[in-house]
């Protein structure tokens, strides 16, 4: 298939990975044969290291740099989970073996490891992506939440069971999950020239009932409020490898539109990675902006709302034009509205109407 | 495939749906015609005509009817709304569009109907379940919500563009969403001899990975948390129409316990209906008792957690023995575990051990 980058294949990345973690463990060999004490230098992941970047257009890690070393007392108990982390991620990669987080933290006890708790086991999972330059979901720890797609792109697997078979993502009409099997399989061939994500779960099944698929030749990705991880590195590769222009539908306050900017730019958790992020997506709708042009239903914005909408305003993500605008006419109307009200006119007015202006709009 | 009980047919259904509206719309045309003022009487779905039913294992609506009547000016409004309601319903079922409650109360505005608020025109969709007998999801009302499916089930699409088409739910190896297409299909061929639902995500790929479908012979729902009233129906019908045991695995505290309670007898709030409760089903775990034998990591109970148990022990669908020993038993240890915790024993004891010995305890 075309590719405006090259990327690397799924099977190149799963051995990537494995590579990848076996210089982990052997520099920290080659140290001890030494005599020397092991130890890990990687980028700071501290607030004053992280910025954010115009050309990537996400935030990226500066030059700081923090080491770990076995012979500082201090240091023993995060090098040693880091470890045991790249031991057991390297374990999970090994034998195909899917956990989340949550696993991660409860497996270390089979291991007479200790965290103290959830929030250490994260942070020592996010060193290790640092340290490695992948995101866990490559070395198998994947998100609890699930999102869905549907549309005419033919995929093949390479888990375990299912290893070079094909399937269209158009053979269930409700959508098929978007979990392990469906990130690590390869594109085998695909009709669609775009991607449209949709925030909910009742217009995602109104896109398809409308054959919003055939109409506008689409890939329709279901992201179920904010988009799970793996569903963001999904867009990325449907975004990269097949050179597909994303389009994303939200609703109309603060919150949809943070949904759009984190496919678009990330967030600064995840600076250490470029995969999550698709920058050239667009937020198509629903805009402050269309409330007030198609006179949509609208609720009143509350505090929470207003709160949120001026934390936007000092983001450095919000700094482009789109952004800027929309924020201020938010706060300006003091209005919300959701994809939904577009019913007002008709059950199919947001796909005969909407959809197409604001496609060509975002284009 | 063989009922247990005689269930009518998926197009059956569809066809009585129409029946029903019809009728309904009928008999207030008659009423017009004879010169009297278009009235409806159905079951009153206030607190004091709700109640549990121990024979049938569910909450169900008393004797005490309510009368709507064009003629009493205080009724007009929910009359004129219900009627509305109504000819939408039909429109939707007719046309084969799906909704949600949202677009329900948005739509209402493109026939120049106002409801006051979602509370409002919630409360008239459901008068219209209690009127007509059948779910909202019948006449084309879906959740918002999605959930999944994995197994050896082939399934017969009814919906437009698909009928007569089927697929096999082992297709795709991270489950297929339950929606509309799914749940107005028709039950094809299965060789699994049992159901299984499960709470999370991580989980349910877990069990799809390790093989569960085959090894227990069975299919796999995700509830995705609280089960969608559509996920209810669909494994009511696995059981009805298949002939399936149900067995639910959840987390271990009083909102996992309750997630499994609704899928067996169901809320107050549908005592009207009787396709959303599956009676015959078994929590399966985690058990308090389980967090005990097995020695799994737990957190403390919060005073949320033991407030809520509280709660429970006063409700009528918790009074069966497992309820109430299970209940105790969390209050007593004042400990909950996930399903997660598990993998302190390795990432696959929970479907090694504990998986057989709970089917085998349970059913």
Redesign the interface.
Known sequence: MKNREIEISVKERRKEVLRNLRRFGGRLYNQMEKGIFPRIRMPSRSTENIFYSPELRQYILGDKTVRRSARNIRHIRPFTQLVWAGYFASELTKN?????L??V???A??YDMSFKDQAESNSIVTDLETVMGFSREDFKV?????S?IFGDLTIE?T?P??EGKQ?NLM????????????TSSEFAQTRADKVIAIE???LF??FI?E?VHKKFNALLV?T?GQAPRATRHFIHRLNKELDLPVFIFTDGDPWGMHIAMVIISGSANAAHLRELTTPDAKWSGVWATDIVDYKL?SDPLTEVDIKRLHELEKDPRYEGELWRRETQKFLSIKKKA?Q?????????YIVDEYLPAKLEETD
Do not use: C, N, W
């Open positions: 195909r073996k899917t956990s989340t949550r696993d933290y409860y497996s006890q089979a994947f998100p609890e939440e699930r869905a697997y888990v069971g299912y399937l053979s269930h009409p409700d959508g098929v999950m978007i979990g392990p099997a469906l909910k779960g009742g099944t109104r009932e054959r279901l179920a239903p959701e939904e009200a577009f019913s007002r006119y008709g059950l199919t």
